[in-house]
């Protein structure tokens, strides 16, 4: 089989293995649902401007990638699989096709959170369509590359959930900060081009995540 073939198949175990528990998706679609309440209920006398509105959008992302995005090598320990996949799979084939999980599942959430804001919040207003798009798809990628080496690092200790926020949360401050930008530039209607400085740090952000990650990983996965 091809690398992307055994990419493909890693990527499809772990759809299939989450489609069957809904375990991940149901508790981060939860929090997602619980988080954008609380935002709704502090501020229903107040009318939000675009900037604390991106804010808050990115807070939520943020969290959701740090509290469900472990899960991609977690699970692995806990169903005594890790030792299998290291004999059928090579660590580049597992390394991209967790990425790409986690990266599937990150923007399905983003845009969940995106449409909830659409409805609840009457300033949310996407006002330049490709900047948002741009946006959360290059900031979203960001997260779930940082956070799936970060789960790889951690998923054999003891104090997983501890470990894993102190080692996701400074990796995770550039691509929240920069999001924020964009966003907000994107919800004030500011042309493509303002926000392409903002886009080039995202983009540049995740190709040195996925790079680093990518020399690192056959490391990680061997010990």
Do not use: C, H
């Amino acid at each position: 089989m091809s690398a992307w073939g055994s990419t493909y198949a890693v990527v499809s175990k772990d759809i299939q293995s989450e489609w069957r528990t809904r375990y991940a998706v149901n508790s981060l679609l939860m929090f997602v649902v619980t988080a954008v309440s609380i935002i709704l209920f502090a501020l229903r006398s107040v009318d939000p401007n675009p900037e604390l509105l991106s804010g808050m959008l990115w807070v939520v992302i943020f969290f959701t990638a740090m509290s469900g995005m472990s899960r991609v090598f977690v699970s692995e320990e806990e169903r005594g699989t890790t030792l299998t996949l290291q004999l059928v799979a090579t660590p580049t084939v597992v390394y991209f096709g967790k990425l790409l999980f986690n990266g599937v599942l990150i923007l399905f959430l983003s845009f969940i959170i995106s449409a909830m804001y659409l409805i609840f919040f009457s300033g949310f207003a996407i006002k330049s369509p490709g900047a948002y798009v741009a946006s959360v798809v290059l900031g979203s990628l960001g997260f779930a590359a940082a956070s799936t080496i970060i789960a790889a690092i951690i998923a054999k200790t003891r104090s997983r959930g501890t470990l894993y926020a102190v080692l996701l949360f400074p990796l995770l401050i550039i691509p929240l900060m920069v999001g924020m930008s964009s966003t907000t530039k994107a919800l004030e209607g500011a042309p493509l081009a303002d926000a392409l400085a903002d886009f080039q740090v995202l983009a540049a952000y995740l190709m040195v995540m996925v790079a680093g990650s990518y020399l690192l990983f056959d490391y990680v996965w061997k010990e």
